[in-house]
């Protein structure tokens, strides 16, 4: 089964500078997807941006992107411009494409706290 | 649009009870999903639906059942309820397989379940 790797626990960013999280997975598939999920207090789960593997070319969304490394496995989040309102847990998932095993698999999350 | 609503909010049982978690989407989606969220951990899918008239099995089944009542609904039953269960349980759903845009997961708010 795939796994993600969230390693960083916790981050810390300064309001209006940038901030990386990072992501790592394991699969043996060669196309699948990828996303961002924003968690703040109110428990709400939150699409912040998605990427296709087989799209060579990194997802952008406003001050989101993603840096995708294929090869490395990695799918690092970067926040551009940090908001107040950005502080939540992030999650990273892993969606396959094999659809008789329909799972999304979750990272253990990170929690993004903005200093003002 | 409401998107995923879920109720209850907050429930408190008693071991050995039963409780049904309601779910409910207007957004013509196909795919509907359970999963729990326990502290330190990302989402773990415990049952799914791809479409209406199928449910299957996802990482953490035992002690669940589900009903796919029509399209928009997706409930989740526990018969005789554990401390273990405690945790909170999240509703998704996606419009179909096909594309990272039709196959992205949308979440309900939330039920936050204690289980004494």
């Known amino acids: 089964a795939q796994t993600v790797t969230q390693s960083q626990p916790e981050m810390s960013v300064q309001e209006a500078e940038t901030v990386t999280l990072s992501c790592t997975y394991d699969?043996?598939?060669?196309?699948?997807?990828l996303f961002w999920y924003k968690q703040p207090p109110s428990r709400q789960m939150i699409l912040v941006i998605r990427q296709e593997a087989y799209k060579q070319q990194n997802a952008t969304e406003n001050r989101f992107s993603v840096n995708f490394q294929k090869a490395a496995k990695s799918f690092s989040l970067k926040i551009s411009d940090s908001q107040l309102g950005d502080a939540a847990m992030y999650f990273c998932?892993?969606?396959?494409?094999?659809?008789?095993?329909?799972?999304?698999?979750f990272g253990a999350g990170t929690r993004l706290t903005v200093k003002p | 649009n409401a998107g995923v609503t879920q109720t209850p909010k907050f429930q408190v049982l008693k071991t050995g009870q039963s409780m049904t978690l309601q779910c409910a989407q207007d957004?013509?989606?196909?795919?509907m999903y359970w999963y729990r969220q326990d502290p330190g951990m990302g989402l773990r899918l415990i049952y799914y639906?791809?479409?209406?008239?199928?449910?299957d099995k996802g990482e953490v089944p035992n002690g669940y059942n589900v009903s796919r009542l029509n399209k928009r609904e997706f409930s989740l039953r526990l018969e005789s309820a554990a401390p273990s269960q405690t945790s909170v349980y999240f509703c998704?759903?996606?419009?179909?397989?096909?594309?990272?845009?039709?196959?992205?997961?949308?979440f309900g708010p939330g039920t936050r379940l204690t289980v004494l």
């Open positions: 699969t043996s598939e060669s196309d699948y997807y």
């Open positions: 998704a759903s996606s419009e179909a397989p096909g594309s990272v845009s039709t196959d992205t997961q949308y």
């Open positions: 998932a892993y969606r396959s494409l094999d659809y008789n095993n329909n799972d999304m698999r």
């Open positions: 957004m013509n989606h196909n795919s």
């Open positions: 639906s791809a479409s209406e008239g199928t449910t």
